[in-house]
Nanobody
Framework: QVQLVESGGGLVQPGGSLRLSCSASGNFFSINAMGWYRQATGEERELVAT???????NYVDSVKGRFTISRDNAKKTVYLQMNSLKPEDTAVYYCNADLVVRWIPYSVVRSWGQGTQVTVSS
């Protein structure tokens, strides 16, 4: 049983900042890639940012230069620092993580958090 728990969402004015956190718990041996996705009302879920176990990051073009993804392996946590927020960033943000649950045979499970609402509005 594995679980991802997100926190840090809320209401912020345009130009403001928020920091999302997502912590993993349960029975797994290690964490490979971690990421953040978002889903606006009436839209499909889209990738926001990912980070590998070697700290290689990737961002969707719309957030480059404004958002920063990072991770703390000791805390089993991934973060998303969001600066210069825009109304179009409003969405439910979901984290995910590829968790190694077995070595032999090698088995990885992609787990998702429950989502946290981010609303950017004046």
């Amino acid at each position: 049983q594995v679980q991802l728990v997100e926190s840090g969402g809320g209401l912020v004015q345009p130009g403001g900042s928020l920091r999302l956190s997502c912590s993993a718990s349960g029975n797994f041996f290690s964490i490979n890639a971690m990421g953040w996705y978002r889903q606006a009302t009436g839209e499909e879920r889209e990738l926001v940012a990912t980070i590998t176990s070697g700290d290689i990051t990737n961002y969707v073009d719309s957030v480059k230069g404004r958002f920063t993804i990072s991770r703390d392996n000791a805390k089993k946590t991934v973060y998303l620092q969001m600066n210069s927020l825009k109304p179009e960033d409003t969405a439910v943000y979901y984290c995910n993580a590829d968790l190694v649950v077995r070595w032999i045979p090698y088995s990885v499970v992609r787990s998702w958090g429950q989502g946290t609402q981010v609303t950017v509005s004046s």
